[in-house]
């Protein structure tokens, strides 16, 4: 391990941010999580090319051109997944696949040629493949092409101020602020316009929520649903009756910016605001305090609940789909009070 980030899975790689690092504003990129679906290709910097519809680009080219920064919240569609109940399969992911971070790069705009009419697609292909399903592939997947061609995303080099480190898919990757992090393809190599949507197994077998139980049909993941987490106190922590504890950590949403986030030590009967400071960016998770003080003894659940300005609010249960992702259910941690 070249990481810190704690191994949900070895092979490939799936780890988790550690608890005390999602206390930071920003992630260290040593503990930002990581999310593979196959062995980290060797990427040669050097010989690296990024192939675009009509021409060919160079790390020294990508690195002459102006850089955008931008702080981002990453989360994994499937981060709390074994919440679910069913169980749904896929990696058996806790509540810590998300991370915050600053990721520098040039808009994918910058380095487009006009586009072929039709184009209703971008293709971004990264250099990992391996075996899904029987069958041999590489990770794909597409954006719309209004999303494609947002000054905000961005076609990123480095991260938290160094180039970006293999696991975070070096030397180049996507980066879609605001989606779930499926959408931001690491170790990019090629970038085609495409007339139909693109069907591929990343796009259309994963990554979609898949009702199963009234016959909807498949809606495609996309925009990060609000959600919070709360970094103090952690598990298990114990705390004085009538003693001031500092509860906090962070909230987030793809929609819209937060608007409130409270706290609920009886179950979700009643809710305190908590105080909330500036997010780092529109994309960076917003941080939030709360002064609580436990009035009877026992074990007692904290919850945390945000709202974004769009009227989305966690609910107090995961919502449950087939293949397990976009549960933000409210945050929760017991502690013990004594
Ligand atoms: N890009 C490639 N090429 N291969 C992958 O397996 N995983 C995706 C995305 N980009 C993936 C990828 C998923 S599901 C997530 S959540 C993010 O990368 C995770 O990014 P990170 O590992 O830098 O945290």
Same mark, same amino acid.
Do not use: F
């Given at each position: 391990m070249t990481n810190d980030a704690e191994p949900v899975t070895r092979e490939p790689l799936n780890a988790h941010t550690p608890a005390a690092a999602l206390a930071e504003r920003v992630t260290p990129t040593r503990a930002f999580y990581v999310r593979n679906h196959f062995p980290m290709p060797k990427v040669d910097a050097a010989s690296w090319r990024l192939r675009l519809p009509g021409r060919e680009v160079a790390l020294a080219d990508l690195r002459a051109m102006p850089q955008r920064s931008l702080e981002v919240v990453l989360e994994c569609a499937? %981060?709390?997944?074994? $919440? *679910?109940? #069913?169980l749904p399969p =896929?990696? #058996?992911? =806790?509540? $810590?696949?998300v991370a915050c971070a600053g990721f520098s790069g040039v808009p994918l705009r910058d380095l487009l #040629?006009?586009?072929?009419?039709?184009? $209703?697609e971008l293709l971004f292909v990264g250099a990992d493949e391996g075996e899904a399903h029987g069958k041999s592939m590489a990770y794909e997947r597409s954006l719309p092409v209004e999303r494609a061609l947002h000054p905000d995303t961005l076609v990123v080099l480095a991260m938290n101020g160094e180039p970006l480190t293999p696991e975070h898919g070096a030397p180049a990757r996507l980066l879609v602020p605001?989606?779930? =992090? *499926? !959408?931001?393809?690491?170790w990019l190599v090629e970038v085609r316009a495409l007339r139909e949507p693109f069907r591929g197994f990343y796009q259309a077998e994963h990554y979609v929520y898949r009702e199963q139980r009234g016959g909807a049909p498949d809606a495609p993941v996309t925009t990060t649903r609000v959600k919070s987490l709360i !970094?103090?106190? $952690?598990?298990g922590a114990q705390v004085r009756v009538g003693a001031r504890v500092r509860v906090a950590g962070h909230a987030w949403s793809g929609a819209a910016a937060i608007r409130k986030v409270e706290v609920s030590d009886d179950g979700g009967r009643t809710w305190s605001a908590a105080r909330l400071e500036s997010p780092a960016s529109p994309y960076a998770w917003t941080p939030w305090t709360f002064d609580w003080t436990p009035a009877r003894p026992g074990r007692i659940a904290l919850l945390a609940r945000a709202t974004d300005a769009a009227g989305n609010a966690q609910p107090l249960e995961a919502p449950w789909n087939a293949l397990g992702y =976009? %549960?933000?259910?409210c945050a929760h941690v017991d502690v013990d009070a004594r």
């Open positions: 499937g %981060n709390g997944r074994t $919440r *679910m109940s #069913p =896929g990696t #058996p992911w =806790g509540e $810590r696949a #040629p006009p586009l072929p009419p039709g184009t $209703r605001g989606w779930y =992090g *499926m !959408a931001s393809v690491k !970094a103090e106190p $952690r598990e =976009g %549960n933000h259910e």
